[in-house]
């Protein structure tokens, strides 16, 4: 399973950061996803990072506020993000998708985020 | 980026009727198409991959079809659990749909 934790409010121009922990599988094999889902634009992929952090990908929109890395000694995930803005406003989901960039098919049960002065 | 549009985004339903789900990718994407049920106040649940291959435990009503820029979600003989919000998703540039939510009559 995974679990995010890190969610809450922030003020707009804040800063926060995202934790997502894995258990019941070989977290260090696996494609790492953040997705987000707000109201303004529903379903959303935010950024991949790659077993042994080699590739990372981030949505074109998203570029430059949010950076992902992950650590595996402690099978966790992180999002940092920056410069929050009131869109930003949504469920944050980490995903895995096995060993390849490909289909969701562990998602966690999502941690809340709300930018708001 | 690739969009996906889903139609209908509303679908009523009486239970043991048949639904469709459309999505329409905007280029050719082979079948690196996904669908996905989301279930209120829960996280999004793959249910079937590649277009057509359901997950191992997904009831046999689901099913999926399609290749290239047209792909449909059929979900038989429904039943009142099926009321959620689906979602396509493709894997090339990982995006989704917008959603199609049913509801159970």
């Known amino acids: 399973q995974l679990v995010e934790s890190g969610g809450g409010l922030v003020r707009p121009g804040g800063s926060l950061r995202l934790s997502c922990v894995g258990s019941g599988f070989t977290f260090s094999h696996d494609y790492m996803h953040w997705i987000r889902q707000t109201p303004g634009k529903g379903l959303e992929w935010i950024s991949y990072?790659?077993?042994?952090?080699?590739?990372?990908q981030y949505a074109e929109s998203l570029k430059g506020r949010f950076t992902i890395s992950r650590e595996d000694v402690k099978d966790s995930l992180y999002l940092d993000m920056d410069n929050l803005r009131v869109e930003d406003t949504g469920v944050y989901y980490c995903a895995s998708s096995g060993w390849y960039v490909t289909a969701f098919d562990l998602w966690g049960q999502g941690t809340v985020v709300t930018v708001s002065s | 980026e690739v969009v996906l549009t889903q139609s209908p985004d509303f679908q009523s339903a009486a239970p043991q009727e048949k639904v469709t789900i459309t999505c329409r990718a905007s280029?050719?994407?082979?079948?690196?198409l996904h669908w996905y049920q989301q279930k209120p106040d829960q996280s999004p649940n793959l249910l079937i991959k590649?277009?057509?291959e359901p997950l191992s435990g997904v009831p046999s009503r689901f099913s999926g079809s399609g290749s290239g820029t047209d792909f449909t979600l059929t979900i038989n003989n429904l039943e009142a659990e099926d009321a959620a919000t689906y979602y396509c998703h493709q894997s090339k540039s990982l995006t989704f749909g917008q959603g199609t939510r049913l509801e159970i009559k």
């Open positions: 590649y277009a057509t």
């Open positions: 990072i790659s077993p042994t952090s080699n590739y990372i």
């Open positions: 280029q050719n994407i082979g079948t690196t």
